[in-house]
Each structure stands twice: as structure tokens, then as C-alpha cells.
């Protein structure tokens, strides 16, 4: 799959966080990697990644979410793609 780049818009910060699948035995639940212990079940797939874009003000003006299919294999740079893609849309900055 060819993803598009993105380019940022002038004056603008993307902030850009990435959640894994954990599986317990109450269910799934989703952390960010530095909050996952070592011994916790972190599942290939069914990972999040959000995307939020703020102004040159620092207020936050849309934001995305790009979510892992559970037949997919988690990738970062795909996610972070996808969810950066739909804010800049929202933004009417974008594609």
C-alpha cells in the first residue's frame, strides 16, 4: 500500500500518539508503549494512533484517529499516515 505524504501547515504542530491492543483476561485495553509492563500480552494488531493539530496559538483545531483492523498487522508510519491525513482534512488543509 502507497501512503501520501503530508505536509505540515506553516505555523501548525501535529501531535501524533500511538496506543497498543493489551490483552487481559477482563479484555482488551489500550496503552501507550511507555505505560506497557514488560509482562502484559501486547496484540500484533488492533492498535490506535491519534493525531491532533494545533494553531500557531496553541489551540487545538482537529484532530483524527486512524484504528487498527484486526486482521492488519500494527505499523506506526501507517497509522500515523492515515490519522494525520483525516486532521489535515478536517482542517481543509489537506487532501
Known amino acids: 500500500m502507497k501512503t501520501k505524504r503530508f505536509t505540515k501547515p506553516e505555523g501548525y504542530s501535529i501531535e501524533v ?10 479484555g482488551i485495553e489500550y496503552w ?6 514488560p509482562d502484559w500480552e501486547i496484540l500484533p494488531n488492533r492498535g490506535m494512533t491519534y493525531a491532533e493539530i494545533y494553531n500557531p496559538a496553541g489551540d487545538l ?9 484486526r486482521r492488519d498487522n500494527y505499523c506506526k508510519r501507517t497509522g500515523k499516515n492515515i490519522a494525520v491525513g483525516r486532521a489535515l482534512k478536517e482542517l481543509h488543509l489537506g487532501y
Do not use: G, K, P
Not at 501507550?32 to 509492563?37: A, L, T, W
Not at 483545531?61 to 483492523?69: E, H, I, L, R
Open 61 to 69: 483545531v482537529a484532530q483524527a484517529t486512524a484504528v487498527c483492523s
Open 17 to 26: 500518539t500511538h496506543v497498543r491492543a493489551v490483552n487481559f483476561e477482563e
Open 32 to 37: 501507550e508503549r511507555e505505560s506497557i509492563d
